[in-house]
């Protein structure tokens, strides 16, 4: 994970949060859920809300911009499980935005169409099928950051995200962004107010601020209504340049009228269809200091050119460990260069409390084989010029002391592909089986020279 959330030093577009934009050139009312690359606005079971918003909307939104499509089947959606059960401990439980798109950056999303679904099957699965496995390196985070939305300025900034990105280009119209949010849930009935007759958007509902205790739950903000507005300290005016909560000063947080557009995952019938207005105002608040701020994130397409294909079962994920390491001498008994695939390590990038879960490999009460495929692209990518050459490819597989029933490796193979994704060949391991726990189960291929 990146320093305070931000791994944008990664992203190939312009960076982003600094630029002030001109504010005569934003539109009063920008709302990206009703483009066509905006996916169906879902309703979650447990607590994958995290994932709703940053990978089966917001993921799913970008990825249909940069390929020019819609969101319109289940080929150009993406699923929220996928990412989900890669931290959720095997269990329900909650996760932040950004645990999916680091599992996109480090791995990838599936579509809809090769997972199988969007949510709400077993718990803590793990697809089984190399084919899945593959297509998700294909779509890809390349960098994201949260940045805070307390300011006026700041404000106008996310204002010019949502419009245009603010990258304005002459003769054309770029599609807007979309931000993450992490809303706080608890009693959001002494918060939420019906705008009242004879107002702009009479008998829409929106949120004053976020509720005022309760857990933290992820939503996604689609756009901006400067119009939107309510008399919250009950003076008759609908204001934003006095000072409405007594501190002596006017600031963003005193501000009546101006409103995020924000989709939630609890069905396309709460709040009349699924979206709800929330004060500019509401992002500053100091008791909630995680909705003080807005997740965005660049997404591309991705090639790899070399795979590892392998079937393990394995009574305990959280305990497995794999390296993977490559040398450009053959007879090398040590890799030059070295990875360790967070999804085959425990996903340590998430802390103890995000774990895999202390499952089988293929979830919870499943202790079949899981067929998988990890991207040797990166360990390529470490070769830099030599990557043509003759090498050895060695794998390291054990387990921590908590793996107290040996796992096994029933079969292992080296993909090779061209830059349009097609399969160059496939070269299985000399050792296709072994057992290994705390002692380590070690393969190795020889590569012969790439022309």
Same mark, same amino acid.
């Given at each position: ?23 005569? #050139? ?14 169906? =606005? ?31 089947? /289940?080929?150009?959606?993406? +699923? ?51 084919? =899945? ?18 300011? @006026? ?14 990258? +304005? ?42 509720? +005022? ?8 903000? @689609?756009?901006?209504?400067?119009? @939107? ?17 007594? /501190? ?13 557009? @924000? ?26 200091? #995680? ?13 790899? #050119? ?60 499943? +202790? ?31 387990? *921590?002391?908590?793996?107290? *029933? ?9 993909? #090779? ?35």
């Amino acid at each position: 994970m990146g320093k305070d959330y931000n791994t944008w030093q990664d992203a190939k577009g312009p960076d982003v949060s600094q630029k002030t934009p001109e504010l005569g #050139r934003l539109p009063a009312r920008v709302d990206n859920s009703e483009r066509p690359e905006f996916p169906p =606005i879902y309703k979650q079971r447990g607590g994958a809300c995290g994932q709703f918003a940053s990978v089966a909307s917001i993921f799913t939104y970008e990825m249909n911009v940069i390929n020019g499509t819609r969101a319109d089947s /289940d080929a150009t959606r993406f +699923p929220a499980d996928f990412s989900w059960n890669m931290m959720n401990e095997g269990k329900d439980q909650g996760s932040e935005a950004y645990h999916g798109w680091e599992v996109a950056k480090r791995h990838g999303i599936p579509t809809v169409k090769s997972f199988g679904y969007v949510h709400g099957q077993k718990i803590g699965k793990w697809p089984n099928g190399y084919a =899945i496995w593959r297509e998700a390196m294909e779509y890809r985070v390349t960098g994201y950051r949260y940045t805070p939305a307390v300011t @006026v300025a700041q404000l106008h900034e996310a204002r010019g995200w949502l419009f245009d990105r603010n990258q +304005p280009q002459p003769g054309k119209k770029t599609a807007g962004g979309l931000f993450a949010l992490d809303g706080r849930m608890g009693s959001l009935n002494k918060v939420t107010r019906t705008i009242p007759e004879g107002q702009y958007l009479a008998g829409e509902e929106a949120w004053m601020r976020w509720g +005022p205790d309760g857990y933290g739950h992820g939503i996604t903000c @689609v756009g901006y209504d400067d119009q @939107v507005g309510f008399d919250v300290n009950g003076d008759g005016k609908i204001t934003n340049d006095l000072d409405t909560n007594g /501190d002596g000063q006017v600031t963003l947080a005193d501000w009546e009228r101006g409103a995020y557009i @924000v989709v939630n995952s609890w069905g396309e019938k709460w709040s009349k269809d699924g979206k709800i207005y929330l004060l500019y105002s509401a992002m500053v608040d100091p008791t909630w200091e #995680r909705g003080n701020y807005l997740g965005r994130v660049e997404v591309c397409r991705a090639m790899p #050119r070399a795979t590892l294909k392998l079937t393990l079962s394995c009574e305990n994920r959280a305990a497995l460990r794999v390296s993977i390491g490559i040398s450009t001498d053959p007879n090398a008994t040590q890799p030059q260069h070295e990875i360790e695939p967070q999804v085959l390590n425990g996903w340590p990038l998430f802390g103890k409390k995000r774990s895999v879960g202390e499952v089988p490999l293929a979830g919870p009460d499943d +202790p079949a084989p899981l067929e998988m495929g990890v991207d040797l692209t990166p360990l390529w990518d470490k070769l830099g010029a030599d990557a043509q050459k003759a090498a050895r490819l060695m794998v390291k597989f054990h387990g *921590t002391d908590a793996l107290k *029933t040996p796992a096994q490796l029933h079969a292992c193979s080296l993909r #090779r592909y061209d830059a349009q994704g097609q399969l160059l060949n496939e070269t299985p391991f000399p050792t296709q089986e072994g057992t290994f726990a705390v002692t380590p189960l070690m393969i190795d291929l020889a590569i012969p020279t790439s022309r």
